[in-house]
């Protein structure tokens, strides 16, 4: 009986010490924060394991105007400066939820050896950001091809702000020309397959209609540089499975998110290191954000090693925080040692 207690003994002593090297750091959404993980930090830190969450620029406790942020790598500036002081030590398990998943990517392009696992939760996951260069040459080898000014904006519905173009329709040329700019579509012309390609990380709230309040970094003719989905829109879209007191929080401290340095995220491959980052991605079944069709878009294109799924709204640390932390315990369980 001795024995058996120092065996289960010594067995409990390597859990709490993988414990201890594990570190979460979590990364929120658009127009969130830090303050979004409180729950899951709470139950994590109970167990034992070091966690810490990023406020991205313009987000949380950084005062900077997301008007002011023009350029994905400003955007996550907060995240990169983290990473890279981290020491060598640490066995990063990186979360992001919704648009947290650029985050997530392209901190695994930058320091692949730093990250056990990446985690993306009901997150957009793509493997070089918006219309990689192959998208381009595939744009170049098809016949099948589309007016960029009609169907890009049609499928960029995140962008698509009936109001915005209703009182100002002189701007509807000049806000397309800034996303042909932003993609470098060439040859003034996309394929259906890479237009869907592009919708798979974008949210798409059309069948709410005119739902965010804009802002003008740019000046007032030019397209919108942040965006929020309207107060009394917030609960029904994005926390419609969450308890009330959750969806007041949120209400009271998000904030405009810098919609155009997010539509520029595009990650150079040099190289194939990102691939040694384990991916594990937990779905969301009743989405109104990120619908679990384009999570499942994502998923086929640029497989994980894993796939979980949660009965949760696009919020799932408020509407369902012990599934995810069960999910969030699991992953990291299977994963020590891979690195």
């Known amino acids: 009986m001795g024995e058996v207690v120092t065996m289960m003994s010594m067995e409990e002593r390597e859990i709490a010490a993988d414990r201890k090297r594990t570190h979460f750091v979590l990364v929120h959404g658009i127009g969130g924060g830090a303050w979004c993980w409180y729950k899951i930090r709470c139950l994590m830190e109970n167990c034992g394991y070091k966690v810490s969450c990023i406020d991205l620029k313009g987000a949380g406790s950084d005062r900077s105007d997301a008007d002011s942020i023009l350029s994905f790598d400003d955007y996550n500036q907060p995240l990169m400066d983290f990473m890279s002081a981290l020491p060598d030590t640490d066995e990063v398990i990186l979360v992001g939820h919704s648009a947290g998943g650029l985050s997530v990517t392209q901190a695994t392009h930058k320091f692949p050896n730093k990250i056990r696992l990446a985690v993306y939760v009901a997150a957009t996951m793509l493997k070089s950001g918006y219309l990689t260069d192959q998208d381009i040459k595939d744009v170049k080898t098809t016949s099948l091809t589309f007016a960029v000014p009609v169907e890009l904006c049609c499928?960029?519905?995140?962008?698509?702000?009936?109001?915005?173009?209703?009182?100002?329709?002189?701007?509807?040329?000049?806000?397309?020309?800034?996303?042909?700019s932003l993609f470098s579509v060439t040859d003034g012309a996309l394929k259906s397959k890479q237009l869907l390609n592009v919708k798979q990380g974008v949210p798409d709230l059309s069948q709410f209609g005119d739902v965010y309040e804009l802002g003008f970094g740019l000046g007032a003719e030019q397209p919108p540089t942040s965006a929020i989905v309207k107060?009394?829109?917030?609960?029904?879209?994005?926390?419609?499975?969450?308890?009330?007191?959750?969806?007041?929080?949120?209400?009271?401290?998000?904030r405009s998110g810098p919609i155009l340095a997010l539509m520029s995220a595009r990650f150079k491959e040099e190289d194939d290191s990102v691939e040694k980052v384990r991916r594990v991605y937990i779905r969301t079944m009743h989405d109104n954000v990120i619908k679990p069709d384009q999570q499942e878009a994502?998923?086929?294109?640029?497989?994980?090693?894993?796939?979980?799924?949660?009965?949760?709204?696009?919020s799932p640390f408020f509407s369902a925080p012990f599934s995810l932390f069960g999910i969030l315990l699991k992953v990291a369980a299977t994963s020590a040692g891979c690195n």
């Open 155 to 180: 499928v960029l519905v995140w962008f698509s702000f009936p109001s915005y173009f209703a009182w100002n329709p002189k701007l509807y040329r000049r806000y397309i020309s800034l996303f042909v």
């Open 231 to 254: 107060k009394e829109l917030q609960r029904k879209i994005i926390y419609q499975m969450s308890p009330q007191e959750d969806s007041t929080l949120a209400a009271m401290l998000l």
């Open 298 to 314: 994502m998923i086929k294109k640029w497989p994980p090693s894993h796939v979980h799924v949660v009965d949760s709204d696009h």
